[in-house]
């Protein structure tokens, strides 16, 4: 039986019939709740290890392979959370294994940080509010924009398009052009049910494999 990525029970058996009862590791529920500007919006939260005896604890790999994280929240390359991240609108329930740890939220390029140090105890549940603001970085008329984008449509990506979308609007993006590999795929229908029609202005396009 596993959990985060690690063992936490195992039996071995004879041939035959057996009634076998593992004992599970209980992780801890942050309640994450991200805010700009006092607003709920889409944010990005990274769960750290606080000291070595923590990191030393809940380091592991998923499935036994992948890169290494710690604490696993979930799979690397599958929706949120996943690797030691996690994606927030509103207050989001995160299941972290116990130990001491660093709370660190990015709103994207134009916001502040955030920071907050909690311990996690197996079984019990905690409110963290973690408020970002708006910087004056960016000069009118000046956009962001990232022109190669591959969602779950694509070979090489197990992303899915509500996280994906979740993530570029946690990442302050303002154009975004979808370029599957061989697939044409359109965000607008879940910009719009995620409440975020006209912050994020969609391009649509493909990447033909040779």
């Known amino acids: 039986l596993e959990a985060f990525g690690q063992v936490v029970d195992e039996r071995r058996l004879a041939a035959g019939q057996h009634t076998v009862v593992l004992e599970r590791a209980e992780g801890g ?17 990274f769960v750290t290890p606080a000291d070595t005896a923590t990191r030393d604890a809940v380091l592991a ?10 604490p696993l929240l979930g799979p690397l390359h599958g929706g949120s959370p ?10 989001t329930p ?15 390029l134009t916001t502040s940080l955030a920071e907050a140090r909690v311990e996690v105890q197996g079984g019990r549940s905690q409110r963290v509010t973690l408020p970002l603001v708006t910087l004056p970085l960016v000069p009118a008329g000046v956009l962001s ?3 190669h984008v591959h969602g779950g449509a694509s ?19 303002d154009v975004v052009a979808s370029t599957d590999h061989d697939v044409v795929t359109r965000y607008g229908g879940l910009v719009d049910a995620l ?3 006209g912050r994020l202005h969609l391009m649509t396009g493909i990447e033909s494999t040779a």
């Open 29 to 45: 529920e942050l309640l994450l709740d991200v805010t700009v500007d006092g607003a709920p919006r889409e944010a990005q939260v």
């Open 61 to 70: 790999r998923f499935l036994s392979s992948f890169t290494a994280c710690a």
């Open 82 to 91: 996943a690797c030691n991240r996690a994606l927030v609108r509103g207050p």
């Open 94 to 108: 995160v299941l972290v294994p116990p130990g001491r740890y660093v709370l660190r939220a990015s709103g994207g």
């Open 145 to 147: 924009a990232d022109f």
């Open 155 to 173: 070979f090489d990506s197990a992303l899915p398009d509500t996280t994906r979308v979740q993530a570029l609007l946690a990442a302050g993006l």
């Open 195 to 197: 409440g975020a029609s």
